[in-house]
Structure formats: C-alpha cells, structure tokens
C-alpha cells in the first residue's frame, strides 16, 4: 500500500477522498516528487505553523526568484520587523473611510457589465479582477493599469503553483515579474517625490530602524500584496457561491440574513481552502504524528485535509454555515481554529480586508442576481494543486433592470 501521489490527475480531479486516505492511513510520508514529508492532521499541520523548529525560508526557492526577498520567507526578528511595518502601513489607512467606499465602486462598476443580462461567468467577469482590483485601489495604481496587471498576476500565480516545473510557466513568471518591476519603477519615484493618500506611498515613506525601505523592498512588497491578496480572495469568492449555490437552503438563508456571510465566508475557507498546502523546512528532527521528520527536510502541511480533519470537527466532509465547532468570532485572527489562513507568526495579515472586500462584494452579487443557479445544473470543476479554485462559474439568475 503507498500513500496517494498529490501530484497525480486524478488527484487534482478529487483530491478530498485521498487527504482523507492520507490523514486517517499516513499522517506522515515522503513524497519522492516533491523531495518533502506530508503531513495532513490538524494538529500535526497546526504545529508545522506555530513551532519554531519549522522555519520558511523553503520560500527562498518558490517565492523570491519572482518576488525578490520578502516575509513569507523570512523567520525571527527581520520576519516581525518586516511583518510590522506592513501591518502599520495598512492599518494607518482608514480602510473604512477612504477605501471600503472605493472597493464598493469598483464591485459595481463590474456588476454593471452583466446584472442585465441574466447570465454569467462569474470568475472571468468578477471573481478574478474584484479583489486583484482592490490591492490596486489601496496601492494608489491607476485604474487602466488593471488589464496587464491581472495579467502579471496569473503568470506569477502560475509560476508559485508549478509543482511539476513547465518551463514555459516558469518563463512566463520570471517575464511577468520583470514587466511588474519595470512599471513600479517611476510609479514608486514619483509617489516618493509627491506622497499621495496611498498604500505605496506609505510604504516609501516607511523605515525599518531609522532606514527608509529601497525602491527593490517597496517593489517586492507590492508584488507580494497583489500575489497575497487577489488569487486567494478570488479562488475564496468564486467557492463560497459555488458552495451556497449547492447548499440552497443555506443560501436562502443567507439572502435573508445578511450577517451570516461571514459564517458562509469562513466555512468555505474550512470546507473548500482556496491555500491547500503550505510549505516549511525542519530546523531540527521533529517527531510528529506517524514518525520523525529529519532535520533539514521540506515539509508540505496539508491545510485542505487538516480543515477536514474529524478530530477537529463533527461531520467535516459537510457544508454547514451553522457549525458550533468553527469559532466565527476568531475565524479572522491568529487565534482562528481553521487553517487556511495559516497560523503562528506568518498568519495572514490580510483577513480583515479580505473578509471586508467579501461582504461588500456578496451583498451586492445577491442584491443583483436573484434566483442564481448553475447554467443546466452543471456543477463547476474545482482545479489546482497548491492553490484551488474554479475554473469557471456559470451561472444564470433573473436579471434585475
Ligand atoms: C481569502 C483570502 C486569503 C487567504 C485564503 C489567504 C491565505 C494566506 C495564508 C495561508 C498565509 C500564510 C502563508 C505562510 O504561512 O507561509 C497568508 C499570508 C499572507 N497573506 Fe493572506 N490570504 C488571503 C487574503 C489576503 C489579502 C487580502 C492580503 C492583502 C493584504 C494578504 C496578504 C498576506 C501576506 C502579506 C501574507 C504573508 C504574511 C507573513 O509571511 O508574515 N492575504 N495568507
């Protein structure tokens, strides 16, 4: 008996069935394609996050070659340091005054496109430019940049999740990355000669110990909030309709009750993690759940099957908005009892806006699509590996004029 190959087609098509094959019958395996160790339970996964003998500079490979040094792969203090004055540059933007009402906006300027037609492909249409749009918006980039830059974004997206090394994917990514740094260049020149009201021109204003960041570090950081924040809220989007649109009594339920978005929201991060893995490297020997993991070693941490794990919930293969064993008052912080935001010091620091720019654009989708449902019942196909979203979601509803 061997433990299911995660990179396989099949496994891409189904994956549930096999992290449940992997949790319940091989908590601990290594993974010859990927040259890592796989874990797969909640609290096996949880402490890969949290214990300092699991450090990230594993994301020295994946992540730096397209976005140069930044957080996701630092550890100790340089990692808070960094971590920090992003999370200060953030929070100094009233979000709610300047711009929850920009991101609004932009939701309806899209919604304008299709909410007379009575159909739509959600994902091409909505999901996949909304919260690419939003980075830009509170980065300050202008509004006609947002065709080549989605189009950056995807290229990039694609060269994280490249598991299996294509080079025309890698290729595509290393010229995306170049093509973002270039356009960056004069933007962050002027924004340090004239500070607007804006996220980049805060970050150039920013200083680590006394020292202003460099044009590479303010440039880094951009691309990483574009990577960080819109393909993961876009996947997350597209998913929770996909969810309520199968669930329909929850659904109902929802149109009713406005505030239950955010349990639909956090239940689909659980049920169906838009990140379902998550890379580490062992500082030390680690025994873990199933054996001991050699110092030294990648570790891939299954966050999809560890959301699923019923050692940590009741009936966790269901859909349910209303779970009690899912902690919606945490679901947004480090103290969160999901996964799919990480955990430990290298928590998400983009919940908050992410769980905002969701609500905004939720309630207008139901307001504008009344009666939705999959065009001729057809269930959309889930894709990925490492990040997993719909390849598309067509759906039809009545058009309101
Ligand atoms: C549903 C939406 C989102 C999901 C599922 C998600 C998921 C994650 C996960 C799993 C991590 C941990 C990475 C690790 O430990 O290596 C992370 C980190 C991060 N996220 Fe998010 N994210 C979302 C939205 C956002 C948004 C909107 C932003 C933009 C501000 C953002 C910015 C970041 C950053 C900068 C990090 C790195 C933190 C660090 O290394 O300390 N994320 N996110």
């Not at 099949?10 to 394609?33: C, G, Q, T, V």
């Not at 304008?112 to 037609?117: N, W």
């Not at 990648?298 to 859909?319: C, E, H, Q, T, W």
Request: proline share 4%; charged share 25%.
């Amino acid at each position: 008996m061997q433990a299911p190959n995660i990179l396989s087609a099949e496994f891409e098509k189904s994956p549930y069935p096999m992290y449940e094959d992997i949790r319940e019958n091989y908590p601990l395996f290594f993974h010859e394609a990927t040259n890592s160790y796989v874990i797969s339970r909640y609290e096996d996964v949880e402490r890969a996050f949290k214990d300092p003998a699991f450090s990230s500079r594993h994301a020295e490979a994946q992540f730096e070659p397209v976005y140069g040094r930044t957080m996701v792969q630092m550890d100790g203090r340089e990692h808070a340091t960094n971590r920090n004055l992003v999370i200060q540059a953030l929070g100094s933007y009233k979000l709610n005054e300047k711009f929850l009402p920009l991101i609004e906006e932009n939701a309806k300027e899209l919604l304008s496109q299709f909410r007379s037609r009575g159909e739509v492909e959600l994902v091409e249409e909505f999901t996949s430019i909304y919260p690419l749009n939003v980075i830009r918006t509170i980065l300050g980039l202008p509004k006609e940049d947002m065709p080549f830059l989605k189009e950056w974004c995807i290229a990039i997206g694609n060269f994280l999740s490249n598991l299996s090394q294509n080079s025309d994917v890698t290729a595509a990514g290393l010229q995306s990355s170049q093509n973002f740094q270039a356009y960056l260049a004069p933007i962050i020149q002027q924004k340090k000669q004239n500070p607007e009201d804006d996220l980049l021109s805060s970050l150039c204003m920013a200083e680590i110990d006394g020292i202003k960041l460099t044009d590479a570090e303010i440039t880094s950081l951009a691309m990483l909030l574009f990577g960080a924040g819109g393909e993961t809220t876009d996947k997350a989007l597209a998913l929770m309709f996909r969810n309520l649109i199968i669930h329909r009594e929850q659904l109902q339920k929802v149109i009713a009750d406005r505030s239950l978005i955010e349990k639909a929201f956090t239940e689909t991060l659980r049920y169906s993690s838009p990140i379902q893995w998550l890379m580490r490297l062992t500082l030390e020997d680690v025994q873990m759940t199933g054996g001991t993991i050699p110092a030294n070693s990648m570790v891939i941490g299954l966050i999809a099957a560890a959301n699923r794990d019923p050692r940590k919930y009741s009936d966790a293969d269901k859909f349910n908005i209303f779970r009690q064993d899912l902690d919606m008052n945490r679901a947004f912080s480090g103290a969160a009892n999901h996964l799919a935001f990480g955990g430990g010091k290298h928590f998400c620091i983009g919940t908050k806006l992410a769980r905002e720019e969701v609500i905004i654009a939720t309630n207008l989708l139901l307001d504008n699509l009344p009666g939705m449902q999959f065009i001729n019942d057809e269930l959309p196909e889930e894709y990925g590996f490492f990040a997993r979203g719909l390849k598309k979601l067509l759906i039809q509803f009545t058009p309101v004029f």
